[in-house]
């Protein structure tokens, strides 16, 4: 495969199949239909829920006492102390709203791509305690409670929203969406007094009240979980909540109501969630009322927790009864009667139930037939699917087992030894659950075979082509045959796995993943001659043999370094100390030391970023301008010499003049350093931000897209043009030092283009090509697209590995050098706030990726220009990359967790995806700068005198 851009389209494909894997082997949907819904004929101790979720609020914050002793939620305080049952409900990775909030409703860990279809829409339908209910009331947020209702029995779930525009982080007051809720109920009891049709409704049995209550997570996010302006928002939400209870209880006054107060998931110090430290995965859960038990003091053991929390909080003198977020289902569920939501994972918590033992018995037995049906379904899914010599049933609990276990429970209940079937239906729901996780998970072991075999496969055939170049003149010598890559017995074996694939059922791309290894092994097979050729080759010259061998170890011991990075980020520092000293081993040092010095010094400041805090926790926007204003002096310090002035402004090129094109970027810059400090001043005031600030941030983002392409055509002069072009959408984006980091970047890039320009010149050179016009129109002087034509015949090089390895380098420090995205959690939305502050999950999370590639697409457009000044083939450095970026995706791919906590399985699973996006995207992005450095609009009269 000659052609770059068929390569790179092939590798796009591939790299995008490694990516999608994953989802297959970790995050496939657990829902599955065909359940029967488990009830029971009990009269169930509540005829009313209400459920109270406080989004974004974690458990220290109403748990802990203030600085005065006093409490932010004294109701609730009460509620526990004296009134009903307390404890930590943990969520689970990823502590987002959505998958928090079906953990909670439907009892299950939904797929954690849906996150990505839609914060309102249903990718798959799935049961609920409200579609359970006769009748389900709710209000709140529009990106929450749509998804409750739709999917649900048409007319069972009523929802009231107030407008999406009202989810503005800047807002002055996000406490009014909460008290918007709080209103709302009070104006739907007050109906009922003179609705009869309304009355009737609420008089039922089984129904349940929603109250979403957004208003704490919009000023976590703005003015952090432990600010004044969170802190008012809880004892607004108490009181709100205290009026809620005693307006209920006086509208019905029978004490057949059940409330629930918890939340989706935390909030980290510095205001964001995502991912799963403690302070995201603990969030309160406080129910009382009907059926529900009191206080009691801390005396048994199961109830005993050792984290520390409980004293901090004041409350070791009471039982603490932590669940699992999935149980709070079941439990919201038993508590007015209805069966357990069908695909709930949650098992039902005893400790907070209190009735008869005849009611919890049946509950409990309700519970453990439903996990049990789920058991079923799954194992006819997969048996029928399933040739039969090769169905692996999960023996700890075949059908007949299950049958025989509830005929057995039964009997107890029926003999009413409550505790002996309370006992045996939890080591039902404990085996179900094993079995549901057994099938959930059948495919998982195959599909990581097979994709290790045809990663394996991928990256010895990208070798192979590394390879072919070198070995071409001795094939004529060695006699050898071009076989054809993929004969008939390949074609035959892709169509006996295919038809046994579609046998299974199975997903489509699962036809492409066993493709994959079948069709790169088979192409090894044929080129097996390749390695005849390199081992023939070798024993000729053993010396190269050797060094070749050598400099392959360091280049893996650098790559190893570079994946030890992800876990630590202080190995990039280590790193960029170690290429700080690379110059002085080269010949560099003979013919520049001025420029030896300013690498050495650009690389250590650029090594104390790994050893600051990750970014988004702290904002300090002088940090902003101070960078901005040096980048506006250096570049009035450039344009300030004429010969420099000339290279970077040479009117040869576009209908627009390439200086008044970098003046208007200059302007822009300065612009560009203020705006963020102005918009968060905006902000810090409570006051609007005003529109005009939106609108130059959006017009300056397309500006800077479009702007490079009216450029000049020299080398320095485009260049130049793109740093600031992206770093001004960067500054936009930025709230504290990064701004610092990537002006360092792009000078340090910047110096990388001139020390590898200086390396490849020969030392009697008195001109050198950075210091000429380089016009990549004009065929008389090098030009800016590489020749591929020229350089057709070009084998990989010792050099261009070394390359290679410092692209793959600066790319992992632009990604972790501040911590950009070390973890989920590192967002802040004070970052988007000059292009918006309204609540837009897809634009600020596309915003945010924006600024996570504006470094790269610098290094790949320096990376690009290093070739062409070098004339090297684009193909032999594009199966370098990919040969190396593999080689560390493939670490990650076996260092893949799905055992321990949630934490180390997630950070886990990221690093595979953040490989496997930044192997892919590097393929992507060296096309987009060779589109960036290597098109200009040009008028065509002088397009008609340069061709």
Aim: aromatic share 12%.
């Amino acid at each position: 495969m000659a052609n770059p851009v068929y390569l790179a389209a092939a590798a796009i494909v591939v790299q995008l199949l490694f990516f999608a894997s994953i989802f297959d082997i970790y995050f496939t949907s657990p829902v599955d239909h065909g359940m029967i819904p488990q009830s029971y004929t009990l009269e169930p101790p509540a005829k009313r829920l209400v459920l109270f979720v406080a989004d974004g609020l974690r458990a220290d914050t109403i748990f802990s006492p203030d600085r005065d002793g006093s409490f932010s939620a004294p109701y609730l305080r009460r509620i526990m102390e004296f009134t009903g049952r307390w404890g930590v409900s943990h969520t689970h990775v990823p502590t987002e709203s959505r998958p928090g909030h079906v953990a909670l409703i439907a009892g299950l860990y939904e797929d954690v791509s849906a996150v990505a279809r839609g914060w309102t829409e249903n990718p798959v339908e799935f049961d609920s305690v409200f579609n359970e209910s006769r009748h389900t009331w709710s209000w709140g947020s529009p990106d929450i409670l749509p998804m409750f209702s739709k999917g649900a029995v048409p007319g069972r779930v009523e929802t009231f929203m107030y407008d999406a525009a009202w989810e503005d982080f800047a807002d002055s007051d996000a406490s009014k969406l909460d008290t918007w809720v709080f209103e709302k109920v009070e104006d739907l009891f007050n109906r009922a007094r003179s609705d009869q049709h309304l009355a009737k409704l609420l008089s039922e049995e089984r129904i349940v009240f929603f109250l979403h209550l957004l208003g704490i997570d919009t000023n976590g996010h703005s003015h952090k979980p432990m600010s004044r302006e969170v802190m008012e928002n809880l004892k607004l939400v108490d009181k709100g909540v205290e009026k809620v209870v005693q307006l209920i209880d006086s509208y019905y006054g029978d004490d057949k109501t059940a409330y629930v107060f918890t939340s989706d998931h935390g909030m980290t110090d510095w205001g964001s969630h995502g991912a799963g430290l403690a302070d995201e995965t603990m969030t309160p859960l406080i129910c009382w009322g009907a059926g529900v038990k009191g206080p009691r003091p801390s005396s048994h053991a199961e109830f005993v927790h050792h984290d520390g929390y409980t004293e901090k909080w004041g409350m070791n003198r009471f039982e603490r009864v932590d669940v699992e977020q999935a149980d709070i289902a079941p439990l919201m569920a038993t508590l007015i009667g209805v069966p357990v939501p069908l695909n709930s994972e949650g098992t039902l918590p005893l400790a907070y139930i209190h009735y008869n033992q005849g009611f919890i018995a049946h509950s409990i037995f309700a519970n453990a037939r439903q996990l049990a049906e789920q058991l079923r379904i799954k194992e006819e899914r997969i048996k029928t699917c399933s040739l039969p010599f090769t169905f692996r049933p999960f023996l700890k609990l075949t059908g007949v087992q299950v049958t025989e276990r509830r005929q057995k429970i039964d009997e107890m209940i029926r003999s009413k030894s409550y505790q002996h079937a309370i006992d045996l239906s939890r080591q039902l729901i404990d085996l179900s659950k094993e079995g549901v996780r057994y099938y959930h998970t059948y495919h998982r072991f195959s599909l990581k075979v097979v994709l290790a075999l045809g990663f394996c496969g991928w990256m010895v055939c990208i070798l192979i082509a590394i390879l072919e170049d070198s070995t071409r003149p001795l094939q004529k010598h060695i006699g050898e045959k071009t076989a054809q890559p993929f004969p008939i017995k390949t074609a035959v074996l892709c169509v006996i796995i295919w038809v046994l694939l579609w046998y299974q059922s199975s997903p489509l791309l699962y036809y492409l993943y066993y493709s994959v290894p079948i069709f790169c092994w088979s192409l090894v097979w044929h080129q097996r001659g390749v390695v005849l050729r390199a081992r023939q080759l070798a024993v000729r010259n053993p010396v190269k043999l050797f060094k070749g061998v050598a400099v392959s170890f360091f280049i893996m011991c650098g790559l190893e370094l570079h994946v030890l990075s992800f876990f630590f980020r202080e190995v990039l520092s280590i790193l960029l100390l170690l290429v700080s000293l690379w110059p002085y081993v080269t010949e560099l040092v003979h013919k520049s030391l001025k420029l030896c010095v300013s690498w050495s010094i650009t690389c250590l400041l650029l090594a104390v970023f790994p050893l600051l805090p990750v970014i988004g926790r702290n904002a300090n926007f002088l940090f902003v301008f101070l960078s901005g204003a040096a980048a506006v002096g250096i570049v009035a310090a450039l344009l300030s010499k004429p010969q420099i002035r000339y290279i970077l402004t040479t009117p040869n090129s576009t209908a627009i003049s390439p200086f008044l094109l970098l003046k208007v970027r200059v302007a822009l810059l300065v612009c560009a350093a203020v705006i963020p400090g102005l918009a968060n001043s905006y902000f810090s005031q409570k006051e609007s931000i005003p529109i005009v600030i939106h609108a130059f941030s959006w017009c300056t983002l397309f500006f800077s897209v479009i702007s490079p392409f009216f450029g000049t055509l020299s080398l320095p002069g485009r260049l130049m043009h793109i740093a600031l072009a992206l770093y001004t959408i960067f500054l936009l984006l930025s709230t504290t030092f990064e701004a610092i980091f990537m002006l360092l970047l792009c000078f340090a890039l910047f110096l990388w283009l001139k020390v590898e320009e200086t390396l490849a010149c020969k030392q009697s050179q008195s001109t050198t090509l950075w210091e000429s016009v380089l016009s990549f129109r004009s065929p008389k002087v090098v030009t800016l697209m590489p020749n591929e034509s020229r350089a057709s015949g070009q084998t990989a090089s010792f050099e261009d590995a070394r390359r290679v390895v410092f692209c793959i380098f600066f790319a992992i420090v632009s990604f972790y050098g501040t911590g950009n995205i070390a973890s989920v959690n590192s967002f802040d939305p004070t970052t988007v706030y000059c292009f918006l502050t309204v609540f837009s999950p897809f634009v600020m999370g596309g915003l945010v990726i924006w600024k996570m590639v504006l470094p790269f697409i610098f290094i790949t457009c320096v990376y690009n220009s290093i070739l062409s000044l070098l004339n090297r083939s684009l193909r032999v450095n594009l199966l370098l990359t990919l040969l190396m970026s593999n080689a560390m995706g493939l670490n990650f791919f076996f260092l893949v967790r799905d055992s321990g906590s949630w934490l180390e399985i997630g950070i886990s699973i990221s690093h595979y995806v953040i490989m496997m996006v930044m192997a892919t995207a590097m393929v992507v992005l060296i096309g987009v700068a060779r589109l960036l450095t290597g098109v200009a609009v040009v008028p065509r009269k002088i397009e008609d005198h340069l061709f």
